[in-house]
């Protein structure tokens, strides 16, 4: 008896998630129990080769790089923070968004004061900043960042815009676009050697499905 070789992909919980998943089915790589609605976290298709895990978000890095999933689909903002040392084989184009620098409308920057900058993303945001030689201080939020500015917490924010109604309707505006986002395939360096050829079908299949910009 010949046993298939299991991808175990990591997908982010969530709308992008399911999105993405709706392009692994359309490549041939369906598993219809996913769509059952419970609290599960597990689902596998033995057939079509794949075990799907849902993982929050920001942790989908974190499965790859550390092999407990071989692939996985995670934003090009938690690639840019966190570094990992994965593969990135594939622009999805799903999830795009910007990140940006925001501030209140009437946002002057003083060069002569350091800049304070409230974000989820401080590594990100040094590394924006010491390319322009300014001095900031990070303020390491977990959410709801838009409200440093207006409580006085902060001078600016960096943080993802998508449809920019956030700060719209917070009275901020984007000042400075860092770069854009979207969503990346990502595979496990060891499992990208051992299960090329695996990965490499499911990266090709993607890829067909992949929607370019009109
Ligand atoms: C992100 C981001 C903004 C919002 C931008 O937050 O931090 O708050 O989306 O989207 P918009 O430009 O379409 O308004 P998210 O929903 O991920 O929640 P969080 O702040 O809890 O991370």
Redesign the pocket.
Known sequence: MCLKTMINVALPKGRLGEKVYDMFEKSGYECPSIKEVNRKLIFENEEAGVRYFWVKPSDVAIYVERGAADIGVAGKDILLEYAPDVYELLDMNLGKCRMAVAAKKDFRDNTENTLRVAT?FPNIAKDYYSKKGRDIDIIKLN????IAPILNLSDVIV?????????LENDLEPKETIVPISARLIANKSSFKFKMEQIENIKNSLKAQVKTDD
């Open positions: 989820k959410g709801s960042i838009e943080d993802i815009v998508e449809t920019g109604k956030t700060l």
